[in-house]
């Protein structure tokens, strides 16, 4: 491996070892629409688990990619696939993510950069530490844009071979309804995070509706 490839394979893993498998993927919630596409590259490739397919944007930049949630979701991360490898000045290097209760009033809640990216980019929205490893607390939104700023070498159109959206991680429960569920703060926190120790349903079924109102 040169150089190169080193670098860009740096701080990139495969999702499934750095994602909690309690974690809820909210995206199959939400309406999905990009701000353009080549025909027979569209919002579905984003979508079908294959890193072999990928959405490819037709117009001028910034593109975009947007979900809009019928009801208030809780999300702590994005992660995005992408291969420099095969992709080359069609992979994103710069990214703002927004969000909004719809598209009128969205705000950048994330910028970042990346350099020669290559597998799934986990990417908190809230990062609690310089390196953005850390996750803070989840966003409350109905509507999630991720533009694409810029691409490897001021390459016009870009691909983008997978796209998921992660509420918190579920909390452990304990065997009583009496004790304290792990992994769940005390206090005003609660309401923030859209939790609630009183509730009965445990299962990740309905665990992954948990933050929706």
């Known amino acids: 491996m ?3 490839e080193e670098t860009a394979t740096q ?8 994602i909690a498998p309690t974690r809820p993927e909210l995206g199959r919630l939400a309406q999905w629409s990009v701000s353009s596409h080549k025909y027979g590259f569209g919002v579905d490739n984003l979508r079908d ?4 397919t990928f959405w490819q944007s037709e117009g001028p930049q910034p593109h975009s990619i947007d979900l809009s949630f019928p009801k208030r979701v809780f999300i702590s991360s994005i992660a995005l696939l992408t291969s420099h490898r095969k992709d080359d000045s069609y992979t994103p290097s710069r990214l703002s993510i927004r969000a909004g209760t719809g598209v009128h009033d969205l705000q950048e809640v994330r910028y970042t950069e990346f350099h020669k990216p290559d597998g799934w ?8 530490d310089a390196d953005g490893a850390i996750e ?3 966003i409350p939104t109905h509507h999630i844009r991720i533009v694409i700023v810029a691409n490897h070498m001021n390459g016009k159109d870009t691909h983008v071979r997978g796209l998921k959206v992660f509420g918190p991680p ?6 009583t309804d009496d004790e304290v569920v792990e992994g769940l703060p005390d206090g005003p926190a609660l309401v923030d995070l859209g939790q609630d120790r009183s509730r009965g349903f445990r299962s990740q079924e309905f665990r992954m509706y948990d933050g929706i109102r």
Request: hydrophobic share 40%; charged share 30%.
């Open 121 to 128: 980019i986990v990417i908190p929205l809230r990062p609690m």
């Open 49 to 52: 688990d294959n890193e072999g």
């Open 2 to 4: 040169d150089e190169d």
């Open 136 to 138: 803070g607390p989840p």
């Open 170 to 175: 579920e909390p452990v429960a304990k065997t």
């Open 11 to 18: 701080g990139v893993a495969d999702l499934a070892s750095v």
